[in-house]
């Protein structure tokens, strides 16, 4: 194997891994960059409302509470954050922001639903080389409009026998996707940016994971501790080795 | 059959229906309001922007507008409508509506987004009815979250054996979830209330149609001409009929 890939104890690659026969991708910041558009957007935001509110106000973090408060009702996804950096700007301003401000910001919101695909390194010889012995599947959360535009513009669906774009990663939603695609966990392996989505409730089920870790990782993401051994990977370039025939 | 049911030539009820085997629901304005809610957001959005917008200015033409220009980037759905109503509430106005009138479209859009489930008339004894014959599934368009939401809190998810929040309904979608369910489009028959997405495409493909008309329809799903022969049920009541055993 790679000297790139950091193995931890109980999942040797060659170990479990000749067992898979379906590999599940993440998208977001995976197979292409997200996050920074979203931290753009969130300094575009501090930038336009800091005229109109009062010095001291952390507006970063309250537009964090906002968009964190709204996750349950909203969900993930660009609609989402733009309605609320909507509504943080109003609150934070209380009341005093300009209609020309919120025009802004539903622009923001606009350019990121239909700027391009920005594929990170590799991501196209990864996948026809691991799809040459493996069956793939992309798994992503979000908004459905929005992905769904991403993955067919992408150039990268001819890769995936299967597409599902999901509300939330959790063993459930793992367990209903392997099922479907007629594999038990242990022949699955997700590979992904977020440990607490695409890793740890793929191993709860009895499945693998290989963590390819972005360098920006959304607040909601983070995982400060976990016990789970599962493989990761500086770069997906290095994916392949770990899918090779022996 | 029942009275109600108005019978086209070439598709008679007890004819072919004895061949399906699974029968899709479409949701919203099938098994429960949504497009009330939508109409009273649109009088609701007129009476806010009245003040601030120059007399003879049509503000419903304006927002049906913004949303249909909306429509391919932000699909179908409360997010997309209510980021609509913020953008043109601030085009309409030139720029002079005040932050409050643009909080209080936010907050009608969060109401919607929470507002329990108001089911249709007779729908839980018709899906338990039909359902003790045939396989029911659920195939609704729009947003992922609020559409799950509305599943899970309506009390009826238990009669679908699967169900399925799909961005556009074509026959390309129609013809993956009758592979997926495993039946041919012959044994597969669409109840839903909008002929342009529950009906004609099911047609296309070889299945069963029935339209069952809400009091509303919202201008984008208007069908004004098609020679397609389907039933039409004035109520959902006499469903069970037309798929009981003989």
Same mark, same amino acid.
């Given at each position: ?23 599940? =991708? ?11 558009? =979203? ?24 537009? @964090? ?15 989402? =954050?733009?309605? !609320? ?5 109003? @609150?934070?301003?209380?009341? &005093?922001?300009?209609? !020309? ?33 493996? +069956? ?12 769904? +535009?991403?993955? @067919? @513009? !992408? ?31 242990? +022949? ?8 607490? !989505?695409?890793?740890?409730?793929? *191993?709860? *089920? ?30 997906? &370039?290095?994916?392949?080795?770990? =899918?090779?025939?022996?």
């Amino acid at each position: 194997m790679t000297t790139d890939a950091r193995t931890r104890p109980g999942d040797r690659p060659g170990g479990h891994f000749h067992d898979v026969e379906v590999i599940g =991708f993440d998208a977001d910041d995976t197979l292409w960059r997200s996050e920074d558009a =979203f931290h753009a957007a969130e300094r575009r935001f501090v930038e336009l409302l800091d005229p109109h509110t009062p010095d001291g106000i952390d507006l970063g973090a309250a537009l @964090t509470a906002t968009e964190r408060a709204n996750l349950s009702i909203s969900g993930y996804g660009v609609k989402a =954050f733009t309605l !609320s950096m909507v509504e943080a700007a109003v @609150t934070v301003s209380d009341g &005093a922001v300009p209609a !020309s401000v919120i025009g802004e910001l539903v622009e923001i919101g606009h350019a990121m639903l239909t700027e391009p695909v920005h594929l990170l390194p590799h991501v196209p010889e990864v996948l026809a080389r691991v799809g040459a012995t493996h +069956r793939l599947v992309l798994i992503t959360k979000g908004d459905l409009v929005h992905q769904t +535009r991403k993955i @067919t @513009t !992408s150039g990268l669906e001819h890769h995936f026998e299967h597409v599902e774009v999901v509300l939330e990663k959790d063993a459930a939603t793992y367990d209903r996707i392997v099922r479907h695609v007629g594999v038990t966990a242990g +022949r699955f392996c997700m590979v992904g940016n977020s440990v607490r !989505s695409d890793i740890l409730p793929v *191993l709860a *089920l009895g499945g693998h994971g290989v963590h390819v870790p972005y360098h920006l990782t959304w607040e909601h993401e983070r995982v400060e501790h976990h016990d789970e051994d599962f493989v990761e990977l500086t770069s997906l &370039a290095d994916l392949p080795t770990l =899918f090779a025939p022996r």
